[in-house]
Nanobody, 127 residues
């Protein structure tokens, strides 16, 4: 039974920081690229960032480049998303999920459909 549990969200002022965690169980975590996705009210789900199984390659959507950093600790079956210089536009529910890995050993912000979504963690950026 695949399980992904997101945590670390909360309310933060513009310019502030949060660190999200994604804890996985029930599958071979270190075989997969893992990504963060978010969904704001009235919007489609958006890919935010992903990291390959070894941690050797990362990918970010343009709107978060230079502000967010993804990392992973395979010994702990956990992926992190450090979010700095947060903006109101970052407000959303954040989810993690396995993503596509290319033959070139990079990741793509496309979720693998065998995974089910966790509960997500709410990030609210507001003054």
């Amino acid at each position: 039974q695949l399980q992904l549990v997101e945590s670390g969200g909360g309310l933060v002022q513009p310019g502030g920081s949060l660190r999200l965690s994604c804890a996985a169980s029930g599958f071979t975590f270190d075989y997969y690229s893992i990504g963060w996705f978010r969904q704001a009210p009235g919007k489609e789900r958006e890919g935010v960032s992903c990291i390959t199984s070894s941690g050797g390659s990362t990918n970010y959507t343009d709107s978060v480049k230079g502000r967010f950093t993804i990392s992973r600790d395979n010994a702990k079956n956990t992926v992190y998303l450090q979010m700095n210089t947060l903006k109101p536009e970052d407000t959303a529910v954040y989810y993690c999920a396995p993503t596509l890995t290319t033959v070139q050993a990079t990741c793509v912000l496309v979720v693998l459909d065998f995974a089910s979504w966790g509960q997500g963690t709410q990030v609210t950026v507001s003054s």
